[in-house]
């Protein structure tokens, strides 16, 4: 598998975790969602997708999206997987409702330089 085509199925990774997020959480409050017994995991573990997906994105990508924390969705993985028993809600809503779309538009650009996904 071409290392361009590898990127561009994470790219499209990320996209489906966050259309994914966006189905589960539409029409939802915070505090639906904070108390939510199946939704709430299901978006950590698309938290989990976009940060472990974010990972295998090529360093120059990265620069070219200064504005996007790549440190801290990286992080973000390694809380959800490792210290799940304290995550907060607030904090992922806060990162769902604020910092989804920038970056949901950083990888919709990225897309233009990483288009073999069909071969």
Excluded at 37 to 47: K, L
Excluded at 82 to 89: C, Q, R, S, V
Aim: without cysteine; negative net charge.
């Amino acid at each position: 598998m071409k290392p361009e085509r590898r990127i561009a199925h994470r790219l499209l990774d990320i996209l489906d975790a966050i259309e994914d997020m966006r189905s589960a959480l539409a029409g939802m409050e915070y505090d639906a969602f904070s108390s939510h017994r199946i939704v709430r995991p299901a978006v950590e573990r698309y938290f989990e997708i976009i940060s472990e997906a974010s990972r295998h994105l090529p360093e120059t990508l990265k620069e070219k999206n200064a504005m996007i924390s790549w440190r801290k969705i990286a992080d973000l993985g390694n809380v959800l997987r490792h210290a799940y028993h304290d995550t907060d809600p607030a904090i992922l809503w806060e990162i769902y409702t604020v910092h989804l779309d920038p970056l949901e538009a950083a990888i919709r650009a990225a897309q233009a330089d990483y288009p073999d996904v069909g071969a």
